[in-house]
C-alpha cells in the first residue's frame, strides 16, 4: 500500500476538504499527515506528498523546506500553493504597506515574508494539480493514474452549453447581475466567462450551475507555457467573435486587477517573470 | 519559568496552545492563531459584486456560510429583498453546510479522541479498534449526504456559486430534489447510529476524566433561537449564564452589544459581551432553542436536556450537541426536498448603489457577519466578524481549567495534552476565518 501527506501552509483547507471527498483512496493509500484530520507532529517518509496553500510565512518557509526531503513525488494542489490564489491579491501595491503594518503588531508568532510566493519558487515540483479548490475527481486522478485521466481541453469544452451564432450581447453583465438561461452559452448572455482559455477537467460545474467560469484552474495547455498576455489576447479574440461589446468594457472588465484572471493566477502575471510550468507537469 | 507549547491537529487551519508555568502555578494559557492572510485588506478596491466570489476563500470548510453572508450583505446595501425560491435554496445551502461540518468534527476531529486514536484514517483494519475503520467509511458517507447537498444548492461544494445578488442563478429540478432526498434519507439512520456510539464513548470518556470539562458559566450567543432555527439567520440573541435572555439585536448593530480585542500574542481577536466570557457554536444553540422541530432530533433534544440540565456548561457537551444538530439538519433538509424547488422567480432585478451592508448567517460555528462599506461600485472597507472570534476568551479559559487540573508544582501529568486537543476541538475553532 503506497502512502501519502498533506502539507497545509497558507491556504484555507479548501483543498483538503475536497481531498476528504474523494474517499476512495482509503482502500489504496494510507494517509500519514495531514494535520486537519491527523494528529502527527511531522511529515515523515512518504511515496507522494501533496502541498496546499502558498509560502506566507516564514514558518511556511521552513516547513516546506523541511518536508521536501522526504518525499519521492511532490505534488502542488490549489492555486494558492501554484500561482497564488485569491489570498495573494493582499500583495498588491495598494494593499500590502497597511497589512504588514497589522501583521507587525503581532509578536512571538510567524513573520509574514515581504510577499507571498508559489512552491515553485522555493523547491521544485513534480506535478501540478490546479483549482481553486482540485475536484475530487482530479485528487484521485493525481493519486492514481495522472496519464489516463481524460478531459476537455477547456472548461467551455465540458460545459455542455449551446453557443448561439446569432445571439450578441452589447454589453458585459458582470458575475452577479441577471436572469440565467439554462441552456444558452453565458458568453451569449452577455456574462464575462473566461471558460474559453481555462483548463478543462473540473467538469465545469460553475457554468452549469448557470455562474461565469471565473478560472480557477488557471490556463489550459495552449497558454500555459505562455505569458499572461496570450491568454488575455485569446479571451479578448473570443469575445470580438462572439459579442458585440466594446472592446475598451473587455479590457476594463478583464484586466483590473482584482478581476478574472488575476484572482487565481496574481503572483504569477504581477511581473514575476517565473519561468513557465511545463503542460506535461500539469493535470 | 516553564512554558509548554502544544501544536494542534485536528482542527481547522494553523495554531497552538501556549501555557506558562512558574513553581506549579499556571501564569497563562494563550491560544495562538498563527496564520494570516489579510482578506480585510486584500479586498479593499475590488469590485463589490465579487464578493461572493472571493470572500468564500477565506475558508474551505465554511466557504458556504461566507458565500451566503456576502450575498446578503450586498442586498442589505442594495435594499433588495429575494423572493421565496431563493430564500428555500440558501436554507439548503447553510443546512448542507451544516451536515458537512458536524459530521467532520464529530467523526473526523473528536471520534479519534474517544478511540484512543490518532486519526480515523490510521486505524490498522486489523487491530482491536477494527470497527474504527467502519466508522471512518460511514462516517464519511454521512458527511458527503451534506457536501452533495451543497453541490445540488450551490453548484460546487466548496466555494459555491449558486447565490448571488437578488437570488440564485437556479432551482433545484424535481429529479435532483428527489434523489438528493433519497440520500439524504440513506444517511439520517446511519448519522443517528454513528451518534449513539458516539454518546457512548463520549460518556465513557467523562467516567474516565471523572469530568465533562469542568468550566465556569458563561453567556451564549447565536442567530438561531426560538421553535424551529433557521441557519439563514435573522438577529443575534444572546442569553446569560442561567438561560436569561440578554439581548436580541440586528447585525448592523453588533457593535452597541459586542467588544473587540485585538491581542499582540494572536493573529485572531477576541470578542467579549460587558466583559463576561461568551460562547458561540453548537451549545449555545442548544441552549437557547426551545425545539428544533424534526422528530428524531427532538427527542434527542430532550434526552440532552434531561440529562444535562439547560442551560448545559460542560465542554465536552460541545460535541453532543453537535450530533443532535446533525441529526436535526438531516431531517430538515429531507423536509425541505420534499417542496418544489423549482417553482417561481429564481431572483429579482436590482440596481446597484453605494453603501452600507450586514449580512447574517448562523454558521456551523456560530453567528458570522459581513460588514462592507461600497462606494463608486468597489469594497471600501470590509469586516469579518467570525465565529470562532467569540470563543477565544472561552477556550482559553478553560484551557487554564485543564492547565490547572493537570500541573503541580512536581510534575506535568501527560494527561494534559490529550485534555488542550479535547478542549480546543469541543469549541471546533476555524482559523482560517478566525484571522482571514
Known sequence: ?????????????????????????????????????????DVPDVDVLLISGGVRTDEDLYKLRRAIHHAQQVVAVGTCAISGGVANLGDRDEVRALFMAHAEEHHDLPRLLPRSHPIDAIVEVDRYLPGCPPTPELFMAVLSDPDAFVAGR?????????????????????????????????????????????????????????????????????????????????????????????????????????????????????????????????? | ?????????????????????????????????????????????????????????????????????????????????????????????????????????????????????????QVDAASEAEAASGIAVRALQVRKAGTDLIGVAGGQFIHPVKAVIGGVTSGITPSAAAQMREQLQAALPIACELFDYYWETSVALGERLGTWGDDEPACYISAVSGLRPNFYGDAIRLVGCEGDSCALFPARHFREYLSYDDTDYSYAAKSSYQGNVLRANSLARINIVEQLGTPCADRYLKQFKATFGSPAHAILLFDLARGIELVYALERAIELLAAPLDVGPEAVPYTPRDGEGYGLVEAPRGPLIHHYRIENGLIAQAEFIIPTVHNVLAIERALRVAANRYITADSVNLELERAVGRVVRAFDPCIACATH
Open chain 2, 1 to 121: 519559568m516553564t512554558t509548554l507549547t502544544f501544536p494542534l491537529s485536528r482542527i481547522e487551519g494553523h495554531a497552538r496552545v501556549v501555557i506558562e508555568v512558574r513553581e506549579g502555578a499556571v501564569l497563562s494559557a494563550h491560544f495562538q492563531a498563527t496564520e494570516l492572510r489579510g482578506f480585510e485588506y486584500l479586498i479593499k478596491g475590488a469590485p463589490a459584486e465579487q464578493m461572493p466570489v472571493i470572500v468564500p476563500r477565506i475558508c474551505g470548510v465554511c466557504s458556504t456560510a461566507h458565500h451566503v453572508a456576502a450575498v446578503k450583505a450586498l442586498e442589505d446595501a442594495y435594499g433588495i429583498e429575494p423572493p421565496p425560491l431563493a430564500l428555500q435554496i440558501r436554507e439548503l445551502l447553510m443546512l448542507g453546510q451544516l451536515i458537512q461540518n458536524q459530521a467532520t468534527s464529530l467523526f473526523i476531529f473528536t471520534m479519534p479522541d474517544r478511540l484512543g486514536v490518532a486519526s480515523l484514517f
Open chain 1, 154 to 283: 477547456t472548461v467551455c469544452h465540458e460545459c455542455g452549453r449551446k453557443k448561439l451564432k446569432d445571439m450578441r450581447p452589447q454589453k458585459l453583465l458582470g458575475f452577479q447581475q441577471g436572469h440565467v438561461d439554462p441552456d444558452i452559452c453565458l458568453i451569449n448572455q452577455g456574462y464575462l466567462c473566461i471558460g474559453s482559455s481555462t483548463r478543462g477537467g473540473c467538469r465545469a460545474p460553475c457554468t452549469r450551475a448557470g455562474h461565469p467560469c471565473v478560472g480557477c484552474r488557471g490556463p489550459s495547455d495552449a497558454f500555459i507555457e505562455k505569458e499572461s498576455e496570450a491568454w488575455f489576447t485569446s479571451i479578448q479574440r473570443v469575445f470580438a467573435a462572439m459579442t458585440d461589446v466594446p472592446e475598451e468594457d473587455l479590457t476594463a472588465g478583464l484586466r483590473s486587477p482584482q478581476m478574472a484572471l488575476f484572482l487565481f493566477q496574481f503572483s504569477d502575471y504581477a511581473g514575476g517573470g517565473r519561468p513557465a510550468r511545463l503542460k506535461e507537469k500539469v493535470l
Open chain 1, 1 to 41: 500500500m503506497k502512502n501519502f501527506a498533506v502539507l497545509q501552509l497558507s491556504g484555507c483547507a479548501g483543498c483538503e476538504v475536497s481531498l476528504l471527498n474523494a474517499d476512495a483512496w482509503i482502500k489504496d493509500y494510507r494517509l500519514l499527515y495531514m494535520p486537519l484530520v491527523v494528529s502527527a507532529h
